[in-house]
């Protein structure tokens, strides 16, 4: 299905010409909270950082926290757009919380993801959310099963990263690759930049397996992965691995 039609946009770009790259940093709960609507999209913009020099000004809570509101994108999905870059806040990176009314089909793309407390993507309630068999349990972003990275190596001309994702099946998904410099303390993951993504489907027992290689990858520091049904749909926290 289409997305909905923009709601709200904070930051990023707007068919060519650039919009306010926002700073929203050093605030005493979140940066940015959501509560409510359909087709926000929120790019490019400095969450927990200065714009220049470059430097933490956390703020006290999550980076971007969503209590409320479905079909949404967090991040860069087209081209000349700009990821968001959530580095440094006293809370999780991204957190889409438990609320009356879950949040759901909360798209993330290319951001960089690091450095945060708690998890970088956490789906609530806080901490990781263990992989259930075909994903059927229910919650904020459908607690969406994560991918699982099960080799990362050097190849002839690159570096290529294997995985599996074991989730409902049938499904299509993006799976969106990201190197990292420091390996999160939970195992899994976070997001330092984008290396791109390879589309894949489960089998009718909800798995699959991926891999992909990346010229450009850097050769040290580590890998992570997120998952997303295709088109628009709930994203995952970052892989195991």
């Given amino acids: 299905s289409a997305p909905p039609t923009l709601n709200a946009r904070i930051g990023g770009l707007n068919s060519g010409v650039s919009a306010p790259r926002n700073v929203i940093s050093g605030n005493t709960r979140c940066g940015i909270e959501v509560v409510s609507g359909q087709g926000h999209v929120i790019e490019g913009n400095l969450i ?14 999550p980076g971007i926290e969503v209590r409320g509101g479905d079909t949404m994108r967090i991040g860069a999905a087209n081209a000349g757009e700009i990821s968001n870059a959530i580095v440094g806040n006293l ?6 919380a438990e609320s009356a009314v879950a949040p759901q089909y909360i798209s993330v793309y290319g951001n960089s993801i690091f450095a945060n407390e708690g998890l970088q993507i956490d789906l609530g309630p806080a901490g990781v959310t263990p992989n259930d068999p075909l994903d059927v349990d229910v919650g904020p972003n459908g607690l969406q099963n994560f991918p699982v990275l099960t080799g990362v190596g050097l ?3 690159g570096t290529q990263i294997l995985g599996r994702i ?17 390996c999160d303390a939970s195992g899994h ?3 330092s930049s ?9 089998d009718a027992g909800g798995s699959a397996v991926f891999g992909a290689e ?3 990858a850097p050769t040290a520091g580590f890998a992570a992965a997120t998952a ?13 691995g």
């Fill in 214 to 216: 990346f010229v450009d």
């Fill in 189 to 191: 993951g976070g997001a």
């Fill in 194 to 202: 984008y290396l791109g993504y390879v589309n894949i489907s489960t």
């Fill in 91 to 96: 809370g999780p990176g991204m957190l889409v």
């Fill in 166 to 182: 074991d989730s409902a099946p049938g499904v299509a998904y993006f799976i969106d690759f990201y190197s990292v410099v420091d």
């Fill in 155 to 157: 190849v002839p001309g």
């Fill in 228 to 240: 997303t049904p295709a088109p628009w749909g709930p994203a995952a926290g970052f892989s195991r």
């Fill in 48 to 61: 927990g950082l200065a714009a220049f020099p470059i430097a933490t000004i956390p703020n006290l809570g």
